[in-house]
């Protein structure tokens, strides 16, 4: 007999029992870091309880890349600090063709509006998407809707579980209930982790808002610059996220959000708005002496009007008074709670609760999108 021949006619029978997914990942930060070691601590039970091999075959931040056709390790720090290599999308493409990998998914864990251009070009050359980048989906209606197309003219998938509520199954709730029929009437929260942990301690404690504030930005609740969060903006951005997954047809500016920094101190830099933060504590102070008895402050996203419609429904963000009875009232810590009223359930909104932001839960459920897609192909 022929050795050569039959070494290469070889079936490697272990080979055919699982199925091979190819990782692609961009972004290794918070989110991306805690998802690489989550995807390597489970890739073993993976392959032994679902047969699913998931090779992650190319992990990149913005400037370098590390590749392997075969799937990098754990050891993919130390790798790509010697193997890494400048890259482009298209350096991509050629080595998937190359190495004529299948099963794609694209995992998108930057914080790049510009990255998000980059998603048309992966589609159309096989890959699947998953993504913790919000900017995509709060790009204009042209551009939203053009991507939906394109994703179904290619059969591929986009999840974005973790736009919204982290790693809380929001989406794919609304998503299921949307799709299945059921009428969503309203839907209405408290949407950020760090506006709920300001205003749920504000509430509670008497002390002036800048010390809250200050103990938020020390716990690393907020941004860098706590403007970002104060400003309304990533609250009206997950708002419009939800809003679109009604195929409600709105764009960002439909959202009226109530900015909470003062205009005094809006154009200052980072450094000496950091240093004034005490320059909040007059109009807050004035909120909280004003409210009514038994109420909290909250800082709540409303998507409420007419959402049979596309064009019928209202997304309002802005800090209301709400009783502390109430479900919003009694938020703790830096949760986030999504009250979503359909008509069968009449007035008793399905509620969903729990830490709505953080590296670990967020990385959970991009994982959770990953095995989504996995288990369809
Ligand atoms: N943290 C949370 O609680 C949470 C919750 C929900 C969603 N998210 C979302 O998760 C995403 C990641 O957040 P994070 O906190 O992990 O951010 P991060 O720590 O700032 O990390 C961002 C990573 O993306 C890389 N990157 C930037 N531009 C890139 C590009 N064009 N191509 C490839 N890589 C690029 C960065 O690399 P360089 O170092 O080279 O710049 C870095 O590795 C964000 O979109 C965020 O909004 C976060």
Redesign the pocket.
């Given at each position: 007999m022929d050795t050569a021949v039959t070494t290469a006619n070889k079936i490697d029978l272990a080979a055919l029992k699982y199925k091979t997914v190819n990782l692609v990942v961009?972004?290794?930060?918070?989110?991306?870091?805690?998802f690489l070691d989550q995807l390597f601590e489970k890739k073993e039970s993976l392959l032994q309880r679902k047969s699913l091999e998931i090779h992650v075959v190319a992990i990149?931040?913005?400037?370098?890349?590390l590749f392997n056709e075969k799937g990098t390790t754990a050891s993919w720090r130390s790798d790509k600090l010697t193997h890494g290599v400048p890259y482009s999308i298209d350096s991509i493409l050629a080595f998937v063709e190359t190495h004529q990998l299948e099963n794609l998914i694209a995992v998108?864990?930057?914080?790049?509006a510009?990255?998000t251009k980059?998603y048309e070009k992966l589609i159309a050359n096989g890959f699947h998407i998953v993504?913790?980048?919000?900017?995509k989906n709060t790009a204009p209606w042209k551009e939203y809707s053009a991507l939906r197309k394109l994703l179904n003219g290619h059969e591929k998938e986009y999840l974005y579980e973790?736009?919204?509520?982290?790693?809380l199954p929001l989406i794919d709730t609304i998503k299921l209930l949307h799709q299945s029929g059921e009428n969503i009437t309203r839907i209405r929260g408290v949407f950020s982790?760090s506006l709920s942990y300001i205003f749920n301690e504000f509430s509670e404690r008497n002390e002036k808002f800048s010390a809250i504030l200050n103990n938020a930005i020390v716990n690393g609740f907020t941004e860098p610059d706590p403007r970002e969060d104060l400003c309304g903006m990533?609250v009206a951005r997950k708002l419009l996220i939800l809003a679109r997954e009604l195929d409600l047809e709105v764009e960002l500016d439909d959202v009226e959000v109530q900015n909470l920094i003062p205009k005094a101190v809006r154009a200052l830099d980072k450094t000496t708005f950091l240093k004034n933060l005490t320059h909040l504590d007059t109009s807050f102070f004035i909120k909280k002496k004003n409210l009514k008895k038994g109420n909290v402050l909250r800082y709540v996203a409303d998507l409420h009007g007419d959402l049979s419609k596309v064009d019928g429904g209202k997304l309002t963000v802005s800090l209301q008074e709400t009783p502390k009875s109430s479900m919003l009232g009694q938020l703790k810590g830096s949760d986030s709670i999504f009250e979503i009223y359909t008509e069968s359930y009449g007035s008793s909104p399905i509620v969903i609760q729990g830490a709505?932001?953080?590296?670990s839960?967020?990385a959970r459920?991009?994982f959770g999108d990953v095995l989504r897609i996995s288990h369809k192909l």
């Amino acid at each position: 007999m022929d050795t050569a021949v039959t070494t290469a006619n070889k079936i490697d029978l272990a080979a055919l029992k699982y199925k091979t997914v190819n990782l692609v990942v961009f972004g290794h930060g918070n989110v991306g870091d805690a998802f690489l070691d989550q995807l390597f601590e489970k890739k073993e039970s993976l392959l032994q309880r679902k047969s699913l091999e998931i090779h992650v075959v190319a992990i990149a931040n913005s400037t370098r890349i590390l590749f392997n056709e075969k799937g990098t390790t754990a050891s993919w720090r130390s790798d790509k600090l010697t193997h890494g290599v400048p890259y482009s999308i298209d350096s991509i493409l050629a080595f998937v063709e190359t190495h004529q990998l299948e099963n794609l998914i694209a995992v998108d864990n930057t914080a790049d509006a510009a990255f998000t251009k980059q998603y048309e070009k992966l589609i159309a050359n096989g890959f699947h998407i998953v993504s913790s980048n919000k900017h995509k989906n709060t790009a204009p209606w042209k551009e939203y809707s053009a991507l939906r197309k394109l994703l179904n003219g290619h059969e591929k998938e986009y999840l974005y579980e973790t736009n919204v509520g982290a790693g809380l199954p929001l989406i794919d709730t609304i998503k299921l209930l949307h799709q299945s029929g059921e009428n969503i009437t309203r839907i209405r929260g408290v949407f950020s982790g760090s506006l709920s942990y300001i205003f749920n301690e504000f509430s509670e404690r008497n002390e002036k808002f800048s010390a809250i504030l200050n103990n938020a930005i020390v716990n690393g609740f907020t941004e860098p610059d706590p403007r970002e969060d104060l400003c309304g903006m990533d609250v009206a951005r997950k708002l419009l996220i939800l809003a679109r997954e009604l195929d409600l047809e709105v764009e960002l500016d439909d959202v009226e959000v109530q900015n909470l920094i003062p205009k005094a101190v809006r154009a200052l830099d980072k450094t000496t708005f950091l240093k004034n933060l005490t320059h909040l504590d007059t109009s807050f102070f004035i909120k909280k002496k004003n409210l009514k008895k038994g109420n909290v402050l909250r800082y709540v996203a409303d998507l409420h009007g007419d959402l049979s419609k596309v064009d019928g429904g209202k997304l309002t963000v802005s800090l209301q008074e709400t009783p502390k009875s109430s479900m919003l009232g009694q938020l703790k810590g830096s949760d986030s709670i999504f009250e979503i009223y359909t008509e069968s359930y009449g007035s008793s909104p399905i509620v969903i609760q729990g830490a709505g932001a953080g590296a670990s839960v967020t990385a959970r459920g991009v994982f959770g999108d990953v095995l989504r897609i996995s288990h369809k192909l």
